[in-house]
């Protein structure tokens, strides 16, 4: 059994600089954010970034944060190699099937369990 990451590092994903700068440095996780990190002028450019920085696996785990109910996030995510994606700010176990239907969500952000 793997040992989950110790160290889980957050960078925005409209800042490409800054995730290559997070996938070399010495956390155990990276977790490229299009949600709260990216201002909303930014969310287009910043898909377009992860297509870049996330068409290959990385030396560690990488994870995509993503908007609640967003289909363009999710569409993006859909063709990255990244590890898994985190939904931010769920309040119910059951999510929109419209929304997730075709994607596996390795992990849910609990807002209101685990604080972020």
Same mark, same amino acid.
């Given at each position: 059994?793997? %040992?989950?990451?110790? !160290?889980? &590092?957050?960078? #925005?994903?409209?800042? *490409?600089?800054? =995730?290559?700068?997070?996938?070399? @440095?010495?956390?155990?996780?990276?977790?490229?954010?299009?949600?709260?990190?990216?201002?909303?002028?930014?969310?287009?450019?910043?898909? %377009?970034?992860?297509? !870049?920085? &996330?068409?290959? #696996?990385?030396?560690? *785990?990488?994870? =995509?944060?993503?908007?609640?109910? @967003?289909?363009?996030?999710?569409?993006?995510?859909?063709?990255?190699?990244?590890?898994?994606?985190?939904?931010?700010?769920?309040?119910?176990?059951?999510?929109? !099937?419209?929304?997730?239907?075709?994607?596996?969500?390795?992990?849910?952000?609990?807002?209101?369990?685990? @604080?972020?």
């Amino acid at each position: 059994m793997t %040992a989950p990451p110790l !160290t889980w &590092l957050y960078v #925005p994903a409209d800042r *490409p600089d800054r =995730v290559e700068k997070a996938i070399a @440095s010495p956390a155990h996780a990276v977790i490229v954010d299009l949600e709260d990190g990216v201002a909303e002028a930014a969310k287009d450019e910043a898909r %377009a970034n992860l297509t !870049t920085l &996330l068409g290959s #696996p990385r030396g560690k *785990p990488v994870f =995509v944060r993503v908007n609640a109910g @967003s289909v363009a996030d999710l569409e993006v995510v859909s063709r990255l190699a990244a590890d898994g994606v985190f939904v931010p700010k769920v309040e119910r176990t059951r999510l929109d !099937t419209s929304v997730a239907s075709s994607y596996i969500l390795k992990r849910m952000e609990m807002t209101r369990i685990i @604080s972020t």
